[in-house]
């Protein structure tokens, strides 16, 4: 198998949608985001996809197959089904998870051959601290902390603490958060003291991600600012953070420098909210 320079592993999700005024359903997760802003840039990383899903969401795979992304589509059981219901306050959400897929395992990703791998975990349990340990043996691992802070219980999406966190921040080289998540694994609200604990605690390069205040950027003692883009309009945040990762990996994976790698991502997640669903074309 050639090697890939960058791989991303995680769920594709049906997401059920439910509005004071309708209910819809869409496919989602890490992974889906991911890919399809992978794609909208110029081919010149080499992306593979592996992910697991139950037969109801394998005609996603086809679909991004057919637009000619790599693809590596395990079995699972059932596809990770969320259930997103919103009242009148669209800033505000309850979630459900009304099915789970199939952890990752070793077999799973051992065949592959990667210079990154961005981890799309959406709970906890999705990925045990082996398999991520050795795709931090064969590549540069990158990790957005959102799915390891997440557990279910009776269907609901419920607040946890990360158990393996110490000894998988000692290999990962890639770290994203934003401001709620890394407060949770640090207890600092500074971002600038809260991006040198985690490097303190072996992560080579923090990206913490600040909403409408833009995102900061910490590797070897140096902080990035990264400014914000206004959108023209804002329709759907959501994979905002996936599609930012998917820019700052990119361009890391092609050569460019931190600053020019995180104004991409914010560049990326802009357009991204300007439209609903995720990114599909983007001019640099």
Not at 10 to 38: C, M, Q, R, V, W
Not at 238 to 257: Q, V
Request: hydrophobic fraction near 40%; proline fraction near 3%; glycine fraction near 8%.
């Amino acid at each position: 198998m050639a090697k890939k320079k960058l791989c991303c592993v995680g769920h594709i999700t049906k997401d059920k949608i439910i509005t004071p005024k309708n209910e819809f359903s869409l496919a989602g997760g890490t992974a889906f985001y991911f890919a399809h802003a992978i794609n909208a840039l110029p081919k010149a990383v080499q992306f593979e996809l592996i992910t697991k899903v139950g037969d109801n969401a394998k005609a996603t795979v086809v679909e991004l197959k057919e637009l000619g992304i790599d693809v590596q589509n395990f079995d699972s059981e059932n596809t990770v089904y969320f259930e997103n219901k919103y009242g009148n306050d669209p800033n505000h959400r309850t979630q459900r998870v009304l099915a789970k897929a199939d952890a990752f395992e070793i077999q799973d990703v051992v065949n592959s051959s990667a210079d990154i791998y961005h981890i799309g975990s959406l709970l906890n349990d999705d990925f045990s601290p082996e398999v991520l340990q050795l795709l931090a043996q064969k590549g540069l691992l990158s990790i957005d902390a959102q799915g390891f802070l997440r557990r279910v219980e009776d269907k609901n999406v419920l607040a946890t603490n990360w158990y393996h966190k110490q000894e998988i921040l000692e290999v990962t080289h890639f770290l994203k958060v934003n401001e709620h998540e890394m407060e949770v694994l640090t207890n600092y609200k500074d971002p600038r003291e809260a991006a040198q604990l985690l490097a303190e605690m072996g992560v080579r390069e923090v990206i913490i991600t600040l909403g409408s205040y833009g995102s900061l950027i910490y590797t070897n003692n140096t902080f990035y600012e990264i400014p914000a883009y206004k959108p023209a309009q804002l329709i759907d945040v959501t994979g905002c953070g996936d599609t930012y990762m998917a820019g700052y990996l990119y361009g890391r994976a092609t050569g460019m420098g931190i600053q020019e790698s995180g104004e991409l991502a914010a560049r990326m997640c802009t357009r991204k909210i300007e439209g609903s669903g995720p990114l599909t074309s983007f001019e640099q």
